[in-house]
């Protein structure tokens, strides 16, 4: 197993680690004795795991460290990260008066995952070949993600969480039907080129 693909597996095993920790601030806010010890926490947790995420990729394309198993752990890594820390956000408040994640975001996050995983099965089961390359709107929408992750992690309740998750909603949208549109040219063979996901 190579170093890149390490990062890529401690990603993973970050995952449930952030879960616990913000299932658990959630709900002591709730309670109405929010620890704010373990907010901090999760916090690190989430941005070390995050910072994995660029790392890994850039030791595996200098280093020569492409694998494999590399190349489907870390789109699953990436997609447990933020799914896991979208629905934790909706589903918990993290401050005063519902002050969350709306669930129409979350869910929009969902479904645009649900998409990509089918239209990937789909093209298996076609016996066609996907190629994983970036696209500018699946990087945009990460870093959006991001933004409104931290925006909840860090509470800034300056501004609605709404507001951060207009604007990524807009790039969650647009990196779907990018992927729906380069899946199609996949099923139709249109040119080898062609023939490439977006890895966000």
Known sequence: MTFATKLTVLRLLLVPVFAFLAIFYGLSTKAGVPNETMRWTAFWVFVTAAAT???DGWIARHFDQKSDLGKFLDPLADKALVVSAVLILAFLDWGPDGWRIPWWFASLVVLRDCVILIGIRVM??????????????????????F???????????????VYPCAMA??????????YIRQGMQIMSGKSASQESLSKK
């Open 169 to 178: 909603g807009v790039l969650v949208l647009l990196s779907m039907f990018q």
């Open 124 to 145: 298996w089961s076609a016996r066609k070949t996907v190629h994983i390359r970036p696209h500018w709107t699946g990087k945009v929408c990460t870093f959006l993600l």
């Open 147 to 161: 933004v409104v992750l931290g925006w909840v992690l860090l509470r800034v309740t300056e501004l609605s969480p």
């Open 53 to 55: 995420d660029g790392i």
